[in-house]
């Protein structure tokens, strides 16, 4: 395995007939389609313990807490139907090792169903194992069904709550931010019966289901931080979706999640209309139009990538005679007098780097030095101020980083002398962001070099890896809004960085100009059936205006695979990207390098 391989995975149409097997709904006076406006008359209503929710966009059932029918009103089209209520408990409890304990009937449980006002009801549920309540509304604005899930027992260790939804049509196509976007069928081996965590793998708050045309679409708006997490199908339903609202750790002690609403609405058309709404609510929760005003004008302008560039100058000489040096982004990650990943955070120049970028940028290149955000080498003198804040991993309370040692990871050392004695193996741990004094020791030796090599770009690496953890909280801040706060101080360092990062999702878009993406589950060597997870740029959609992707690894179009590669970066809608060891590669280039650089002109 390569160890930049093991740094990620450590890192811790139906006919209408279909309604025949739902109860009738009962009748909703003024909620109407006309095609062009809607009436924002909505209710629900509960006749024998089933909830009838009728808004101006949808019609749905749901009965003890699962959702059996959803219906658009516009196209009449029904999305969820089929559901055996008896095998599919609305809510679950979570526990650690994906351990799920079910909230329902099974063994001497009850669920009562009980209408709080015209818009508003709630699902009651009292089991063997644990007790929950499941809060249903409607948002007439909006035609939204909003349902808010929660749960609790007297055995300690709660990870999170999860609403299920069952019955989804099995020719709608899961569309979700996994990997900067996938579009695929709920039983395509990719993604069925697995577990992505927000933000680090499910990198924005929302999941649409798509048919040829139209579908519908479960999304949260929140803006808190939550830690949440999307879990699609199951061994034998490929058709479920699992909704978990986590709690912060430490979990070790806790007895109950919940507090998070899920919103479900229907479309006319294709994926983009939902993910536009989700983007002008995104926008707005983080105030993101004054974000996008402090860009530097030149990102835009920027249409071609090297990763991993080498710092030899004759590189610089073959792209200059290509391209136009102002359009062109370099990623350096060998610069420093230190060797690749040792010594973080000592930042100090090479003279072979200071020739190399002093004439990049003479040139008028766009040149980003390869820095961390949350890793560090433990023998660095810093990690004094900072070892009482490591990543701590949630469910069993250990060491969070990494060691690379003659081909193979060894893990964090636990050690504390162990720690400190082998900076030969690479160990690095991960320091939480929200730490005010990591962010003050990066920000001023990230300034330094800066200022010594005269950048106004950086690189910061493992910007993706802010989750739950055992110690969420510090400063009363988590992972994830930490690594925005240290993003944002990255970039307004000095007279102001171009911030590049580690993948990309909806919090670390907000600070940073570019970000390297990952492939799916290929960081280095591309799985069986990458190429179907292509021509879906959602993250793009989303964050367009903010920050711009540029491809990872193994993009020098030596063979098929790495021609895949480069390919499926642009269906991302990356930036045409190549990594190359040698001017020759640009000189001579073979024809998928060549293609980028056509691209990069055109």
């Known amino acids: 395995m390569d160890r930049r391989d093991f740094l990620k995975v450590a890192g811790s149409s139906v006919a209408l007939s279909g309604m025949a097997s739902t109860p009738a709904a009962p009748s909703s006076a003024g909620a109407s389609w006309n095609g062009t406006s809607r009436s924002l008359e909505a209710s629900i209503q509960v006749r024998d313990g089933i909830l009838y929710i009728d808004t101006p966009t949808q019609t749905a059932v749901m009965e003890k807490g699962v959702l059996t029918s959803l219906t658009s009103k516009q196209t009449g089209a029904v999305f969820i139907q089929g559901v055996d209520v008896a095998s599919c408990p609305a809510l679950q409890l979570v526990y650690r090792g994906g351990e799920t304990v079910s909230v329902d009937e099974s063994k001497f449980g009850t669920i009562q169903t009980q209408a709080l006002s015209r818009h508003r009801a709630e699902v009651v549920f009292h089991s063997w194992d644990a007790d929950g309540v499941l809060s249903v509304s409607v948002e007439p604005e909006t035609g939204d069904i909003l349902v808010e899930p929660a749960a609790y027992s007297s055995r300690s260790g709660v990870l999170a709550c999860r609403w299920n939804l069952a019955g989804v049509r099995s020719d709608l196509k899961l569309v979700a931010p996994f990997f900067q976007g996938v579009k695929l069928p709920l039983d395509d081996s990719l993604i069925r019966d697995t577990h992505w965590e927000w933000p680090f793998s499910w990198e924005a708050g929302l999941a649409i289901l798509q048919a040829d045309q139209g579908g519908f679409w479960v999304h949260t708006q929140d803006h ?258 930490g690594m925005g706060k240290l993003i944002h101080h990255v970039a307004t360092l000095g007279q102001g960085l171009a911030v590049g990062g580690e993948g990309l999702n909806e919090i670390t878009m907000q600070g940073q100009s570019f970000a390297q993406a990952h492939l799916f589950k290929s960081w280095h060597q591309s799985i069986e059936g990458l190429e179907r997870t292509g021509g879906c740029d959602l993250n793009a959609s989303l964050f367009e205006g903010l920050c711009r992707t540029f491809g990872y690894a193994n993009l020098g179009g030596r063979n098929a695979d790495q021609e895949l590669r480069m390919k499926m970066h642009l269906e991302h809608g990356a930036i045409p990207t190549v990594t190359i060891s040698s001017a020759r590669e640009i000189l001579a280039p073979n024809a998928a390098v060549r293609q980028m650089l056509d691209r990069a002109k055109g």
């Open 224 to 481: 808190r931080y939550r830690y949440k997490a999307l879990h699609v199908g199951t061994a034998k339903d490929a058709r479920r979706l699992g909704f978990d609202t986590q709690a912060y750790g430490p979990i070790d002690d806790n007895l109950s999640a919940g507090g998070l609403t899920w919103r479900i609405n229907v479309f006319a058309k294709d994926w983009h209309e939902p993910a536009e709404q989700y983007r002008r609510w995104l926008w707005q929760a983080y105030d993101l139009p004054v974000e996008q005003a402090r860009r530097a004008p030149w990102v835009r302008d920027v249409r071609f990538a090297v990763s991993w560039c080498p710092t030899d100058e004759a590189v610089l000489d073959a792209l200059a005679k290509e391209l136009d040096p102002k359009t062109v982004l370099l990623h350096i990650p060998n610069w420093r007098t230190d060797a690749y990943d040792e010594n973080y955070p000592a930042y100090v120049a090479s003279d072979k780097a200071k020739t190399f970028m002093g004439k990049g940028r003479a040139l008028g290149f766009h040149m980003m030095p390869h820095f961390n955000s949350i890793d560090m080498d433990p023998s660095h003198p810093a990690y004094a101020y900072v070892r009482d804040f490591q990543y701590r991993g949630i469910e069993r309370s250990d060491l969070r980083g990494w060691s690379w040692y003659q081909g193979r990871g060894l893990g964090v050392p636990e050690s504390n002398a162990a720690r400190l004695a082998n900076r030969d193996k690479k160990v690095m741990i991960k320091v939480h962001p929200g730490l005010s004094m990591w962010r003050s020791i990066l920000g001023r030796a990230i300034l330094d070099a800066a200022r010594e090599v005269a950048t106004d770009a950086a690189f910061i690496d493992v910007t993706l890896v802010s989750h739950n953890l055992h110690n969420c909280f510090v400063e009363a801040t988590t992972p994830t809004e």
